[in-house]
């Protein structure tokens, strides 16, 4: 069931990073069924280009362009050229991320590195990149965060200091472009379904029992979850709503919420 009325983005310019897979191309799909046109930017040429193709054989207006959201010229170009397309751009979603599981004592310093330049700096870029090209007074920026960025997890240093970065960028951007009638947020999304990203944390069948098991709602999300809260955040619904990180996670954030955690501890009448 939608709640948002019929076109809700009608005339509406997105630019999304990382939009070739997983939730931000699930964002795309969903902003784009509700009337937005959109600059879809991702680092591989050839998944950018057949994600874009896929949105416009299903009579979207979308254009694919390959962009390193780690280089900010290229975050720039890909920007001015949406701008061009379209006209200013009302919403930008910075989605790009990267992550895999290893021990701080086996990590190298160029792991630690890449999933930081991607992540943070990435998000940096983007965001920045946009502010000329924004339509102002109105624009809504978004970026994907996860609970890493609050919650500190084993085998997860890397993602745990680049997601806490965003986390305060959201926040101080929310403050300096505030006045320009810019709203600066954040999602926080918990385990998704059928993502790259759970199945390099939850790779087996039995590492997704026990993390489902550990959730309060005992279920993954989906990517439309994602996309829903992208929307509202986009929308005049949100229009007072800045400087936040919204979590969608299923109560990640609370916990482990598994009987065990608590010892099976019964209370009997």
């Known amino acids: ?4 009325r019929e076109n809700a983005l009608a005339g509406k310019v997105v630019f999304i990073a990382g939009a ?3 939730i931000n191309l699930g964002i795309a799909r969903h902003f784009a069924s509700h009337g937005a046109r959109l600059g879809m930017v991702s680092r591989n040429p050839d998944k950018i280009a057949a994600a874009a193709a896929s949105l416009s054989a299903e009579g979207f207006e979308a254009i694919g362009m390959a962009a390193d959201v780690r280089e900010f010229a290229a975050v720039d170009a890909a920007l001015r050229q949406t701008r061009e397309r379209f006209g200013p751009i009302d919403i930008v979603i ?3 991320a990267g992550n895999f599981l290893a021990p701080a004592a086996q990590m190298s310093a160029n792991g630690f590195k890449t999933v930081v330049d991607i ?3 990435g998000t940096f870029n983007v965001l920045r990149a946009s502010y000329p090209y924004l339509n102002k007074p109105g624009a809504s920026l978004i970026s994907i965060t996860a609970p890493q960025g609050t919650n500190p997890m084993m085998y997860q240093s890397h993602v745990c200091a680049a997601k806490a970065g965003i986390n305060m960028l959201t926040k101080c951007l929310a403050m300096e472009w505030g006045a320009d009638g810019i709203r600066v947020n954040a999602i926080s999304p918990g385990p998704v379904a059928d993502t790259e990203g759970m199945r390099r944390l939850a790779p087996s069948p039995e590492s997704e ?3 489902r098991a550990r959730l309060a709602l005992r279920d993954y999300g989906t990517k439309k979850d994602i996309a829903d809260t992208a929307l509202f955040l986009a929308s ?3 229009r007072y709503i800045t400087g936040t990180i919204l979590e969608c996670d299923g109560g990640c954030k609370l916990g482990d919420a598994s009987p065990m955690a ?3 501890y019964v209370i009997r009448a």
């Open 1 to 4: 069931m939608d709640l948002f």
């Open 119 to 121: 992540d943070l700096i």
């Open 209 to 211: 029992a026990a993390l």
């Open 262 to 264: 608590a010892g099976e």
């Open 20 to 22: 070739s897979s997983g």
């Open 94 to 96: 910075s989605g790009a």
């Open 236 to 238: 005049g619904n949100a």
